[in-house]
């Protein structure tokens, strides 16, 4: 598995360059991972080649989020389902608790 990593903004670019990261390095197995025990989850915003994007239903938003263990070699999917009238009007600021509530959230956790 190689690795390239991609800057989307200038601030970014800068921040990545100041922390000392070669953005021109490919990167390999061995660079991102230091352990035989590795847990992967990802989660993506639009539609990609490898995962779904994040859906926008009539009452909810829905995310399904792969997951694998290296130990014990399991692989899962992770369906988030989100009240839809609460998520969108969060307000972004910083303001307010993300987990205030949860009990309107519904996610499966599928093994």
């Given at each position: ?6 800057i989307?903004?200038?601030i970014?670019q800068r921040?990545t360059?100041?922390a000392?990261y ?17 847990f992967?989850a ?7 080649a490898?995962?779904?994007?994040v859906r926008?239903e009539?009452?909810?938003?829905a ?24 998520s969108?009007?969060f307000?972004?600021?910083?303001k ?8 309107n959230?519904r ?5």
């Amino acid at each position: 598995m190689l690795v390239q990593t991609i800057i989307q903004k200038n601030i970014e670019q800068r921040a990545t360059l100041a922390a000392g990261y070669d953005t021109n390095r490919l990167l390999i197995v061995d660079d991102l991972v230091a352990d035989e025990d590795v847990f992967l989850a990802a989660t993506s915003v639009t539609d990609g080649a490898l995962l779904r994007g994040v859906r926008f239903e009539p009452h909810r938003i829905a995310t399904h989020s792969p997951c694998m263990r290296s130990r014990p070699r399991t692989a899962g999917l992770i369906k988030g389902h989100y009240d839809r009238d609460w998520s969108l009007s969060f307000n972004f600021t910083g303001k307010g608790n993300l987990c205030g509530r949860s009990s309107n959230d519904r996610g499966d956790i599928t093994f």
